[in-house]
DNA sequence: CGAGTGACCGCAA
DNA sequence: ATTGCGGCCACTC
């Protein structure tokens, strides 16, 4: 339930949704651009997330394969160290219990 | 204001 | 089954 987060601005919308995941959840660009109205819109995600800021939990979002996505500050390590240190299962960068741990949300 | 880019996804050969 | 290509929308320069 995001409605009461809602914004003007695409990217707004981008950024609620990554910031409602979970601990320990994973979500793909897809499916947040599809919460986000439009699933065509997977690059725009990851587009935000580059000149979006760090605060928000981008080492919990990971392409549609569940494999870990380049771009992340400090590299994939960091990112798949992050997601070791809540429970997430990684190997060779790409997530092994990702079709279990992949959080599909309310909308 | 215009053009290019992007941490992607889906389909076609 | 695998590999390659194009497309889509929003943001940045």
Known sequence: ???????????????VVVSNIPYGRLMTYGDIAGYCGIAHAARIVGGLAHFGPSDL??????????????GFPGGREVQAQLLSQEGVSCTAYI?????????QSQR
Not at 95 to 103: C, G, M, P, Q, S
């Open 95 to 103: 997530v092994d219990n990702f079709k279990d741990l992949r959080w």
């Open 1 to 15: 339930m995001i409605d009461h987060l809602y914004t003007d601005n695409f990217k707004a919308k981008v950024y």
């Open 57 to 70: 939990l981008w080492h919990r979002v990971v392409n549609r394969f569940g494999g870990l996505s380049s």
